[in-house]
């Protein structure tokens, strides 16, 4: 006669002193945690600006070992010039990433760089000025000393974007509003990413980003074919809106209260919404795939009748 087997490890097990099954108890594998810094990529010249915002910081020993009130001033005004040649820099070299990034994009309103190259100039002539003796070769050697340094920023930085990039055979009205649209919804995913970093939690900054970063594929999606903004459209503004104001809203709670729970119901919305903007953006392609197809099927049958109407002709 057959006997089930029982034991430690099986199902159920009989207790022992009584007929009650015991469940087996089952334990859960640990969730990896995302990463804080995974797909993040350096800074193009990282260490190149944090040497300019490094330099402003020299003029304090020219302005404590000059007694001169002029100097002093002048000195100042010559590392202020650094560092804000050092801030216009780091803002145009960012400003230029996310122009290289975009397929459609306009300019710059303002060229950072080349202010920043400006600015660098101007401050290391003023430092100059303010470390030398008054006079004629002082401001002589300052001009050209200051054209040097704005060269070499040039030199080392490059210049701003000087022209939009759009798509060939794209009317310059299409690509302006595909522009102005991705510009708008990128401010949504900045101010997004703005509120979570309230949050101070690095895990949940991670997930923001790769959110965001499925976010910017359905942007690039747009930008190859204009065609796809109207069935993005409110993917690119109310969704993102509501992204936006739930992250805020989440991170006003969490300050003040620590629930768990809170956290995984955000956790929970990012999923859904990040599901959605991937599937949208399958569709566009999609989409874009059967409009190809039809093209191509078109040029055939047309290709087919021409091939008949020419041996119609050869045979008469």
Do not use: C
Not at 183 to 199: F, G, H, V
Not at 223 to 228: F, G, L
Not at 294 to 316: C, G, Y
């Amino acid at each position: 006669m057959a006997k089930r087997y029982g034991g430690e490890y099986s199902p159920t097990e009989q207790a022992r002193d009584g007929d009650t099954p015991r469940e087996r108890v089952t334990h859960q594998p640990m969730t990896l945690e995302v990463a804080p810094f995974k797909g993040r990529t350096p800074q193009r010249h990282g260490a190149k600006l944090n040497i300019l915002f490094i330099l402003p910081l020299l003029t304090i020993f020219s302005v404590l070992f000059n007694s001169g009130v002029i100097d002093m001033a002048t000195n100042l005004a010559g590392g202020a010039m650094l560092l804000l040649s050092a801030w216009l820099t780091r803002d145009g070299v960012r400003a230029e990433d996310a122009f290289n990034e975009r397929k459609v994009a306009r300019k710059p309103a303002i060229p950072r760089k080349i202010f920043g190259a400006v600015a660098t100039g101007i401050g290391v002539g003023l430092l100059i000025v303010g470390g030398g003796e008054s006079g004629l070769e002082s401001l002589v050697a300052a001009n050209i000393v200051g054209l040097l340094a704005a060269g070499l920023h040039l030199f080392s930085f490059g210049l701003d974007p000087l022209r939009s990039k759009g798509l060939s055979g794209v009317d310059t009205l299409t690509s302006d509003r595909v522009a102005r649209k991705i510009d708008a919804a990128e401010a949504l995913l900045d101010e997004q990413k703005d509120a979570i970093l309230r949050a101070r939690d690095r895990q949940l900054e991670a997930r923001v980003d790769r959110f965001q970063t499925t976010v910017r594929g359905l942007f690039r999606q747009v930008e190859e074919d204009p065609r796809d903004l109207n069935a993005a459209r409110r993917y690119l503004g109310v969704y993102l809106q509501g992204a936006r104001d739930a992250t805020v809203q989440f991170v006003a709670l969490y300050a003040r209260k620590k629930d768990p729970k809170i956290r995984e119901d955000y956790l929970r919305f990012l999923d859904d919404m990040e599901q959605n903007f991937a599937n949208r953006k399958e569709a566009l392609l999609i989409d874009d795939r059967t409009n190809f197809d039809v093209e191509i099927e078109v040029l055939q049958h047309r290709l087919q009748r021409e091939t008949q109407f020419l041996e119609r002709q050869s045979d008469s």
